[in-house]
C-alpha cells in the first residue's frame, strides 16, 4: 500500500476521548500531523464516518476536533483526517506537534 500521506506524523502519546456512530470510547492517540491522526482503539468505526473526538494536552486540557476515518484497522485502530479545523485548532495542533518532537 502507498504511503499517501501529505504530512510528517509526529509520534505523541495522548488520552482521546471519541464520538463516533457506535458509541463514545476513550482510547489512545498514537501520531499526529497537520493533516491527521491514529487513534488506537478497538472502537468499530467504518471509512468515511465522520467522528469527533478530544486530544487530551499535555496541559490537562482538551483540544476538540473534527475528522474523517480513512484507514481502519480491527483491533488496532484507525488514521483519521481532520476536517473543519479553525485557524486556532491549526495552530494548538502546530504547537502540539513541535512538542511531540522535542519530547
Known sequence: MANRRQHE????????????????YVARLSDVSPGGCFVETLAQVSVGERIRFEIKLPTG???????????????????????????????????????????
Do not use: K
Open 9 to 24: 506524523r509526529t509520534s505523541l502519546p495522548l488520552e482521546v476521548r471519541l464520538e463516533s456512530l457506535s458509541g463514545r
Open 61 to 103: 486540557r482538551w483540544l476538540p476536533l473534527c475528522g474523517e476515518v480513512v484507514y481502519f484497522q480491527a483491533t488496532l485502530g484507525f488514521g483519521v483526517r481532520f476536517t473543519d479545523l479553525t485557524e486556532l485548532d491549526h495552530q494548538m495542533l502546530a504547537i502540539l506537534i513541535e512538542y511531540g518532537r522535542e519530547s
